[in-house]
């Protein structure tokens, strides 16, 4: 038996996973379902108020996400259930993780530093999260890429990208 | 001889330089983003729209046009070399390219999706010349109530034939439902599930749910079995084309797909997924060599791709004569108009048919480029697939962020997008089809637009929607496409057969 071999625990955490996508569906809806009171119903007469498909929106949401809790538990689906145990089994959250995290820093960063400077810096991060061990080759292309791009939107293509720290450099 | 006059004028428009340059272009930039393994022709237009802001409106879509149908074709190439689909619609290919070229004949594979997709491209272009223009006149009769049954229909077909099971075809497409409906009622003005969010008045575009489902959505999800996914690119050492009886065997393929899957893409049925499905199916049972199936039959390769290319022309049919867009490619096209205030619709082949008919003779023209380019080419794009996977998404994630925040440098438009990628990833990890969820955002606006407007009309009387005639078949379409899966197992039931499969399922609903 190799490491990745689903094993009763992947089987459970499947199981709660799809819970409690279940539970959040029905509380989204639940959510939605009180958002609807706080809209206005706009002045004049209007025959179809824009609270209608919210409402509808809502419910489905609820009902929806019961039948799915159902499913995920009395008349349980046990082909999603194998599926989702297999990807258990093979799913690394750190990476993921990481990989999130940074896209949250270089979207940060794009303004303070400028486009290029945060591109350059983002490229080989990320690269390394998702597995390059080439570090000076990934630098290399993120500043090529950063450079590039910024030079291309704002020159020919007349898309405005912030310059940041390069200001009145680039 | 309208239709040709018109055809005429758009030719003599789009083969002037500059367009012929931006239709090559298209074509080129197409297959090189295409090719790119998990990148599909919907993602493709999606992260090539900011190249476009300064071109004219003809110009632009000529380009996507393009962009489209190289996206289509280097995501063939992919799928026969890589065995990695670049969306649902190339997912059939996959069976018998991914075997022909295991068995050293990658080749022929190549060269009966490229030559199939010439065909097909052209067939169902022709189609699309004489077909549009009567819909359009025919689309003048459409009211609200019949607009939104319509909508109706496409959701209901969407989820109930795509993906392995209703119930989670409807979350999603609740889903998209619910992001459709953030920001300003258009007929109120009031906010709506802004949830106190300034950033969120304007409503969430279409855009940036596309690159966070599919770019970032796709990127986490990748990272997230990063360890257990081997690449393994299969070489072509042959020459790319096919001997006789290969040719002999692609022909009648070629024209079966193009005749399944320009009707099935005109439907407001999501696209190319069903059709690629189904003329899998027909090959298989119709060949003479059954040995041959999954060890590499031109059959199963030849159909699923001419199908895949029918059905663009045919997604267009219901985008430009009705502004119904039914795939995920077809809404980011939409958005592409609409960036030039351009409303497809029954209208705009009165107001632009410059325009129009500039696009569909592009169309024409962008097919032969494809072939020109691509078999010539093709090695330069095989190079392409042995980029690193680690370098792809970086690459990946560094074109969607700018995708979005080029389109008004907004944090939160990033952030926005970002969130959307993690449920798309989560989507994904627990069996939800995204597909549904797309189509939601997109058609939202119009089912609910519609739908207000039928019932103002009718003074609030709700049997509108089923005492017109049109109305009322559309919705009986819808509730027919929600039985149609289950009918084998109701048959097998009747005649109480033991019931072997569930309910038929066409393709696995990961559109992007």
């Known amino acids: 038996m190799t490491p990745d071999d689903p094993k009763p625990a992947h089987s459970a955490r499947a199981l709660f996973g799809l819970r409690l996508a279940a539970l959040t569906v029905i509380s989204l809806g639940g959510i939605i379902l009180t958002q609807v009171s706080q809209i206005g119903t706009g002045a004049g007469f209007i025959v179809v108020g824009p609270r209608i498909f919210p409402t509808v929106v809502g419910v489905g949401f609820v009902v929806l996400g019961l039948l799915f809790l159902l499913r995920t538990t009395v008349l349980l689906d046990r082909d999603l259930v194998a599926e989702v145990t ?6 690394e959250w750190s990476t993921t993780i990481l990989a999130l995290l940074s896209l949250v820093a270089y979207a940060s960063l794009l303004h303070p530093l400028g486009y290029t400077l945060a591109t350059a810096l983002f490229f080989p991060v990320a690269g390394r999260i998702l597995g390059s061990s080439r570090l000076r ?24 990208l912030p310059a940041g720290l390069l200001t009145g450099i680039l | 001889m309208d239709v040709l006059t018109n055809l005429l004028h758009g030719f003599a428009s789009a083969l002037t330089p500059q367009y012929l340059l931006l239709a090559a272009l298209g074509v080129t930039l197409g297959t090189a983003i295409g090719v790119l393994p998990g990148i599909g022709p919907a993602l493709t237009v999606a992260l090539l729209l900011p190249l476009t802001y300064n071109f004219d409106p003809t110009g632009a879509l000529i380009m996507f046009a393009g962009i489209y149908y190289g996206g289509m074709y280097g995501g063939s190439t992919t799928s026969i070399l890589l ?189 190319a997924e069903i059709p690629t499905f189904l003329s899998y199916t027909t090959e298989k049972r119709l060949s003479k060599n059954k040995e041959e199936w999954g060890h590499g039959a031109i059959e199963g390769v030849a159909g699923p791709e001419a199908a895949n290319n029918a059905a663009f ?38 107001k632009s048919p410059e325009l129009i008919w500039a696009l569909i003779a592009s169309l024409y023209i962008g097919n032969v480029m494809l072939l020109v380019l691509n078999l010539p080419l093709i090695r330069i794009w095989i190079k392409i697939l042995a980029i690193p996977r680690s370098v792809l998404y970086a690459g990946i994630l560094v074109f969607g962020t700018l995708g979005v925040y080029s389109l008004s440098n907004s944090f939160v438009d990033v952030m926005i997008m970002y969130a959307i990628g993690v449920l798309g990833f989560i989507m994904r990890r627990y069996g939800f089809p995204v597909g549904p969820t797309i189509l939601g955002v997109i058609l939202l606006p119009m089912a609910e637009a519609q739908f207000r407007r039928a019932l103002s009309i009718s003074q609030g009387d709700p049997s509108v929607f089923f005492t017109r005639p049109l109305s009322l078949g559309l919705l009986v379409a819808a509730a027919g496409a929600l039985l149609l899966p289950y009918i084998p197992v109701l048959i097998a039931r009747l005649r109480r057969k033991p019931v072997d499969a569930g309910r038929v399922v066409f393709g696995e609903g990961q559109e992007d």
């Open chain 2, 313 to 350: 022309s045919g997604v267009l049919v219901p985008l430009l004569t009705l502004g119904l867009p039914t795939s995920a490619t077809a809404a980011i096209l939409l958005v592409a108009f609409q960036i030039y205030n351009l409303q497809p619709g029954p209208l705009l082949f009165q």
């Open chain 1, 86 to 91: 297999t990807e258990e089994a093979t799913t």
């Open chain 2, 83 to 271: 065995n990695t689909p670049g969306e649902s619609a190339s997912v059939a290919t996959t069976f018998e390219g991914f075997a022909m070229a295991k068995s050293g004949r990658g080749g022929a594979a190549l060269a009966t999706a490229a030559v199939g997709s010439f065909v097909a491209g052209t067939i169902s272009t022709l189609l699309l010349t004489f077909v549009a223009p009567v819909v359009a006149r025919l689309a003048l009769l459409f009211q609200p109530a019949d607009y939104f049954s319509l909508t109706v229909l496409a959701f209901m077909s969407v989820t109930a034939l795509v993906g392995k099971s209703l119930l989670r075809g409807m979350i999603s497409l609740f889903i998209g439902l619910f992001i459709g409906l953030i920001g300003i009622d258009v007929l109120t003005g009031q906010p709506r599930l802004t949830f106190g969010m300034t950033e969120l008045l304007d409503g969430i575009d279409v855009v940036v749910v596309a690159v966070g489902l599919f770019a970032v959505g796709e990127a986490l999800y990748v990272a997230s079995q990063m360890r257990h996914t081997k690449e393994e690119i299969l070489p072509v050492n042959t020459s790319v084309w096919m001997n006789r009886d290969e040719w002999r065997r692609s022909w009648p393929a070629w024209l079966r797909g193009t005749l399944l899957g320009f009707p099935f893409g005109a439907l407001p049925a999501g696209g």
């Open chain 1, 137 to 160: 080759r990934d630098i290399i292309i993120g500043l090529a890429l950063g450079f590039a791009i910024y030079l291309i939107f704002t020159r020919v293509l007349g898309v405005r």
